[in-house]
């Protein structure tokens, strides 16, 4: 990996505290930066689920035959097999983001058993920009994995790996290898890995004085004068 790691330390304090993906695009907000993913993307496995960790991405593209069309084409599974990241050994750390650019709604980008194999790996969970399958398999899976739909139908013979661990697309947002990628029930937020750090600091700081004002409204404060002190809502 050619990123920059975030510290273990770092990861666990944000996991710890489950810092939510409202308070994260409310701090990207106020730096210009950073995207969340269409609301079309959610838990297929786990509606409770929260993770955090770096992008591990994997670029899909549609096959386009090739200048010569009496030539036998290369095979499919030669053209997608990169999708199962080979050259990761051990993936704590990472989240796995697949994108076709569109959403890729009548194909699956990965399923039940890759899913099993990403979880092996160590993946805190997978994102993809599309279609998953086997649904049953997946519900058996602690990661979570984030989905446009289930579908039956798979991406051989019509897409192919461009390229992994660089970037990818999923609709508007281009996803860079080393972003934070945030998710929870609330969706997903894209943090570019340069203003990560900033970010984590000011996100734990929002956070307990977050906590501090939802317990003071459960004990009668009124919220609009909470409002004029923190500056938070």
Request: with cysteine; aromatic share 6%.
């Amino acid at each position: 990996m050619s990123f920059k790691i975030i510290s273990p330390q770092q990861l666990e304090a944000f996991k710890s505290r489950k810092i939510s993906s409202s308070t994260v695009i409310d701090i990207l907000d106020g730096m210009k930066a950073g995207d969340a993913l269409t609301p079309h993307i959610q838990a297929i496995n786990a509606p409770e689920h929260y993770f955090v960790g770096q992008a591990y991405t994997v670029s899909w593209k549609m096959v386009r035959k090739g200048s010569d069309i009496l030539q036998q084409q290369p095979s499919t599974w030669s053209q997608v097999q990169q999708f199962l990241v080979p050259e990761l050994n051990n993936a704590a750390g990472l989240v796995y983001v697949a994108g076709a650019g569109p959403l890729l709604t009548h194909a699956a980008l990965a399923g039940g058993m890759s899913c099993t194999y990403f979880e092996q790996l160590g993946f805190a969970g997978v994102v993809l920009g599309g279609a998953v399958r086997d649904l049953r398999e997946l519900r058996q899976l602690s990661m979570p994995v984030l989905a446009s739909n289930p579908i039956p139908t798979d991406t051989q013979g019509a897409y192919w790996v461009a390229e992994t661990g660089t970037q990818c697309q999923i609709e508007q947002v281009t996803v860079q290898s080393g972003d934070l990628i945030v998710s929870d029930i609330n969706g997903t937020v894209v943090v570019p890995l340069a203003l990560t750090a900033q970010l984590l600091q000011e996100a734990l700081s929002i956070d307990t004085t977050e906590n501090a004002m939802l317990e003071k409204i459960r004990q009668g404060a009124r919220l609009p004068e909470l409002i004029n002190i923190t500056g938070r809502i």
